[in-house]
């Protein structure tokens, strides 16, 4: 069972197709960084950061750093828990990952990225702005 998460945390279910894996139907590891970004689309859909929202603030976030260790691997037909909520966000946010396999009931991997903040010309900000800082959840220590 998936470990207890903070409230804002999200959830997206998912089914690992038949595209997505190699001969011995093992989800290729590569394509876990598109379920991570089905979590983090929900995440940030959940406090009014998606794309259009942060085009009309006039800011982009773009991944910074991903790490992802593999624990069990995802096969043809699993179904599949992604779980997305926010770490720490200082100068970049960071956005935490458990991703469970719901047919064999294990956790087939945890994983973090880190999002940088820019204008909409693209020029990094050293702080996260108020108009995001104010839409991301207070974290408590």
């Known amino acids: ?18 595209h997505d894996c190699d001969p011995l139907f093992v989800a290729w590891h590569g ?18 950061l998606d794309v259009p929202d942060l085009i009309a603030l006039r800011h982009r976030l773009y991944v910074a750093d991903v790490r992802c260790r593999y624990n069990f691997p995802l ?3 699993d179904r599949v828990e992604v779980t ?21 009931g294990r956790r087939s991997a945890r994983a973090s990225t880190l999002l940088a903040v820019t204008d909409d010309r693209g020029t990094f900000l050293p702080e996260i702005p108020e108009p995001i800082r ?3 959840p207070e974290l408590s220590s």
């Open 1 to 18: 069972m998936p470990l207890r998460r903070p409230a804002h945390a999200v959830r997206v279910e998912l089914e690992i197709p038949f």
């Open 31 to 48: 394509r876990y960084l598109e379920y991570l970004e089905a979590g983090r689309q929900a995440l940030l859909r959940s406090r009014r």
């Open 75 to 77: 096969t043809y037909g």
């Open 84 to 104: 997305a909520w926010f770490g720490e966000h200082e100068r970049l946010i960071k956005v935490l990952y458990d991703v469970f396999n719901r047919t064999k």
């Open 134 to 136: 104010t839409r991301l």
